[in-house]
């Protein structure tokens, strides 16, 4: 001990033999004596005369967390020593750190350990020199997350302040310091673990306000430290917070997000799976640059992505064909001050966008915000895209990319007023993106037009007569139209005259040349093409009508028209060349073939006849049998034969058909049940007539197709009453009575 004082007091050389025998003296005095205690936290004057002088001051340390001695010396810079030592002023020294800048010094002691603490004060320069002494045992303070600690106060250069927050589960833990001086006079760090674990955090500072964020932090405790880095004293306000990634739905802005001082972030989270763009956008309180905006692929530490864009107070973040998953957005305040925020992101696909089609009225929600658009051109002379804006001249930004989102961009670029243009002449086949981007703040909208199409190619492939051939009765005319975006519709016209319009494939009309209105002779038929951007395209043939296939069937007739429906129906061929002989009675063998082929039943030829009288030698043969199988009709067979005899049954083939008999064959061939009763609504067919309810049924016209009766009566002999209706149900049917009843019942042709 004696060799260590007078070590010490080396300077003083005059002095030498008295400061050593005092240091003796000293040395053996108690503690409190040779260091006389002092309060914590109450500021101690004192004064030094001369080189060498010391003073020397105790503190107890009962509990804490750490023992802070902050010295303020009258002389600036280094005139001072100062040291905290273990018990007594020859006890060890002790120092966590040393802090000294300016008039003042301190030294610091964390986590110290029970019992005295002797201070020294030395003069290290020539002269008198005056000081103040503050020696404090400070404890951690716990911080409630979002709720600021205001006012801490830092008395003076070195004096430091410790916090602690726990973190349990968080995307980011932000500690954020506000002082009450400017710039750099305050020191902030975050110890992991402990007031001596590692540091941590990324920095941020500018102006008063700095701040540290770890991001995805581990749980635990963590350990806030603020210093004072420069003299004198000065405050501080303190905020910790734990922050978690919000989930944003798409389109739905999150509004009014604060930000309570310089570095203070906040993470957001949006899910893509399947987009053409992801768009992020930032509209602040404040103008321009207070802001950083960053997308995170996978985490709040993934990569940065997306393409920016900054004008004003809006700025946004754009990932083109982004990969599935998760993004984070961070959004950091990055100057001193609080302020607020609206965030909003949108998931865009590249629609496909038809030729002609008008996108109206597409907002764009802020600036930087983009639409894409997908055209899949063919051959085509052009690719035009047309943009008029709700604002005018240069708010868009109107781009074509061949081939990707992020391929070459085509096109000559043309603008007048809010209007503005890419034309693309002799565009390569293949799919083209269009981009619309608002590139001025606030929001906006827009209308898009797109057209890449040549007209249609349409032509009439039936009928197909030979040059001088002609057509009859009801006439199919089909034609084929092919367009590169899509035919909407095709128009049919007779000799200029509208008659009808078809929307699918194959586009077809039925033309009936039936009507007297229609004339012997030549027509034009044409067919025009519309594609759904509206260009058109025409096609045309001339056909003569010649509807005399009979020579004793005028077209005054009026059965004409559905003779001429069994002609074209292949159902007969007539009675004889040129003759159909429409007022011959129908045989029984005749009509099995006029139903069969009216229902398209093809004749049936089992090896062993089923009636006696029709042999398998007979013309008509297939045709009975046909009629006569159960198993080929929805109701059962439409006949049984004439008559059994024995075990024989017998068809009579060559016996003519009554209309009576007629109505039962139609129904049951055309399946059709007879009516629940009869009515009598026909004075000649009384209730007792076993055909009366199906001589009724064919004369029910909402039962057959068109709502037109197979048959409305025959005009009732002499004898009957005026007014009463007949049906002559014992007349034999005629060939020409015979077609109107087929065609009306199996809806061949509406004739009249």
């Known amino acids: 001990m004696k060799d260590l004082v007078c070590r010490r007091f080396r300077p003083a050389r005059f002095f030498l033999t008295g400061a050593c025998i005092l240091a003796f003296a000293f040395a053996k005095a108690p503690v409190a004596a040779q260091c006389p205690p002092i309060s914590l936290g109450t500021p101690v004057d004192g004064s030094l005369s001369g080189i060498g002088d010391v003073r020397y001051y105790g503190v107890s340390v009962t509990a804490g967390d750490y023992l802070i001695v902050m010295l303020r010396g009258c002389d600036p810079y280094y005139d001072y020593d100062l040291a905290v030592h273990v018990g007594s002023p020859s006890g060890p020294e002790v120092s966590s750190r040393r802090w000294q800048g300016g008039n003042d010094q301190s030294v610091e002691v964390v986590l110290p350990a029970p019992g005295d603490y002797c201070i020294e004060v030395r003069n290290d320069t020539v002269g008198d020199r005056c000081f103040t002494l503050l020696a404090d045992v400070r404890f951690v303070v716990t911080l409630t997350p979002g709720v600021p600690a205001t006012t801490q106060l830092l008395w003076g250069g070195g004096d430091v302040r410790y916090y602690k927050v726990t973190v349990t589960d968080a995307a980011s833990l932000v500690v954020m310091e506000r002082g009450s001086d400017a710039y750099y006079h305050y020191s902030l760090v975050v110890h992991e673990g402990s007031l001596i674990g590692p540091p941590v955090g990324r920095p941020w500072q500018g102006g008063n306000d700095q701040s540290k964020e770890v991001v995805l932090p581990a749980a635990g405790d963590y350990f806030i430290e603020v210093q004072n880095i420069d003299a004198g004293s000065r405050t501080f306000t303190l905020l910790a917070d734990m922050r978690w990634a919000v989930a944003l739905t798409p389109g739905v802005p999150a509004t009014n997000q604060s930000l309570w001082g310089g570095g203070d972030v906040r993470y957001y989270k949006v899910t893509v799976t399947d987009a053409a763009s992801l768009v992020v956008m930032v509209r602040s309180s404040d103008p321009y640059y207070h802001y950083c905006v960053v997308v995170h692929g996978g985490s709040p530490i993934g990569p940065p992505v997306g393409r920016p864009w900054q004008g004003g107070n809006d700025q946004s973040k754009e990932v083109v064909l982004p990969a599935a998953g998760d993004y984070f957005i961070e959004v950091r305040n990055c100057d001193p001050g609080p302020r607020t925020f609206t965030v909003r992101v949108e998931i865009r696909q590249a629609g496909y966008v038809a030729p002609c089609a008008m996108g109206a009225g597409v907002p764009l929600w802020g600036g930087g915000d983009t639409y894409w658009y997908r055209a899949t051109v063919g051959n085509s002379y052009l690719l035009r895209v047309l943009l008029t804006g709700s604002d005018p001249y240069y708010d868009y930004a109107l781009r074509v990319h061949q081939g990707s989102m992020t391929g070459t961009q085509v096109g000559t670029r043309s603008q007048s007023g809010n209007e503005q243009s890419v034309d693309v002449p002799s565009p390569a086949p293949g799919d083209y993106y269009i981009e619309v981007q608002n590139v001025a703040p606030g929001p906006r909208t827009f209308d898009l037009q797109v057209d890449y199409n040549n007209p249609p190619a349409v032509s009439i492939v039936s009928p197909s007569p030979p040059p001088g051939g002609s057509v009859r009765g009801a006439v199919l005319v089909e034609a084929q139209a092919s367009d590169d975006v899509g035919i909407a519709r095709v128009d049919f016209f007779v000799d200029g005259g509208y008659k009808s319009s078809d929307t699918t494939e194959p586009y077809q009309m039925m033309w009936d040349t039936c009507p007297s209105a229609v004339s012997e002779g030549p027509h034009t038929i044409c067919a025009k093409a519309w594609d759904v951007c509206g260009k058109t395209a025409q096609a045309c043939i001339n056909v003569t009508v010649d509807n005399t296939t009979f020579d004793d069937v005028p077209k005054t007739s ?99 058909v009554t209309r009576e008999q007629m109505a039962k064959f139609l129904c049951l061939a055309a399946c059709k049940s007879p009516m629940p009763s009869c009515s009598g609504k026909f004075c000649d067919v009384p209730f007792s007539n076993p055909f009366c309810t199906v001589i009724e049924r064919l004369s029910d016209g909402p039962s057959w197709c068109g709502g037109v009766a197979v048959t409305s009566g025959c005009a009732c002999p002499s004898g009957y009453a005026p007014g009463c209706k007949c049906y002559c149900p014992k007349s034999n049917i005629t060939r020409g009575e015979m077609a109107v009843f087929l065609v009306r019942a199996f809806c061949l042709l509406t004739c009249t």
């Open 558 to 656: 009026s059965q004409w028209s559905c003779i001429e429906a069994l002609v074209t129906n292949g159902i007969t061929g007539g009675c004889a060349p040129a003759l159909y002989c429409p007022y011959n009675n129908v045989t029984r063998a005749q009509m099995a073939c006029f139903l069969c082929r009216a229902a398209g039943k093809g004749p049936l030829n089992p090896d062993v006849p089923t009636f006696a009288d029709v042999p398998k030698t007979n013309m008509y043969y297939g045709c009975i049998e046909r009629l006569a199988d159960s198993a080929s009709w929805c109701m059962g067979a439409p006949t049984s034969g004439c008559r059994l005899v024995g075990t024989a049954k017998y068809f009579c083939p060559w016996d003519p």
